[in-house]
């Protein structure tokens, strides 16, 4: 089991990125998927959390209305869009599967990819 985060990069403030999460070896639709970050000198949190079934979403405070996780199951791929891109956004960002969105938390006790590095600067 083994997921892949792909798109990170540098963006000025205010700006966009599509995170994406795919795997190899199995197919993602089985499972709920969550984005999660790690900032230097902090604690890992969860982002965003879709569900497997349903589609239902969960969001941490800090990033609601801002950004919009999906999934497309013919591809085997979840997104992750982020917009209006905040210099507290930087940081490493993994997928993992089997998650789920509680108390105003996002967590995870699945498989976890290596992660893609957002950096958001001017």
């Known amino acids: 089991v083994q997921l892949q985060a792909s798109g990170g990069g540098l963006v000025q403030p205010g700006g966009s990125l599509r995170l994406s999460c795919t795997s190899s070896g199995f197919t993602l639709d089985y499972w709920s998927i969550g984005w999660f970050r790690q900032a230097p000198g902090k604690k890992r949190e969860g982002v965003s959390c879709?569900?497997?079934?349903?589609?239902?979403?969960y969001y941490v405070d800090s990033v609601k209305g801002r950004f919009t996780i999906s999934r497309d199951n013919a591809k085997n791929t979840v997104y992750l869009q982020m917009n209006s891109l905040k210099p507290e956004d930087t940081a490493l960002y993994y997928c993992?599967?089997?998650?789920?969105?509680?108390?105003?938390?996002?967590?995870?006790?699945?498989?976890w990819g290596q992660g893609t590095l957002v950096t958001v600067s001017s």
């Open positions: 879709i569900s497997s079934r349903d589609g239902i979403t």
């Open positions: 993992a599967t089997r998650c789920t969105g509680i108390g105003g938390r996002i967590i995870s006790n699945g498989s």
